[in-house]
């Protein structure tokens, strides 16, 4: 079953599009910068939290584009419904 969801898989990767996952790619490389500089900066606990930042930030990315790809938006009302619960997976996090 997690192997259907699987961010590499083929089916997933189609789904999210190149627009989608070059975003996530770059969160994860600007993730991982700024846990370097928070750990060289100030510490294991601001790379942690810089880290877990960066997580929240991806997950809710990921979250919203994927209840943006795979709703069911059939008429102008139901897109205009899934655009708002995809934009409250990133929203909430803020």
């Given at each position: 079953m997690m192997s259907e969801l699987s961010y590499t898989s083929p089916p997933l990767r189609r789904a999210l599009g190149k627009p989608i996952l070059t975003v996530l790619k770059w969160q994860f490389a600007?993730?991982?910068?700024a846990?370097?500089?928070?750990?060289?900066?100030?510490?294991?606990?601001?790379?942690?939290?810089?880290a877990a930042g960066g997580a929240v930030s991806m997950?809710?990315?990921?979250?919203s584009a994927l209840v943006a790809v795979l709703g069911k938006g059939n008429s102008a009302g139901?897109?205009?419904?899934?655009?708002?619960?995809?934009?409250a997976f990133f929203?909430?996090?803020y």
């Open positions: 600007v993730t991982v910068l846990t370097l500089v928070a750990a060289l900066i100030a510490g294991v606990h601001a790379a942690a939290s810089a997950v809710a990315g990921l979250a139901g897109v205009v419904t899934m655009l708002i619960f995809s934009m929203v909430r996090e």
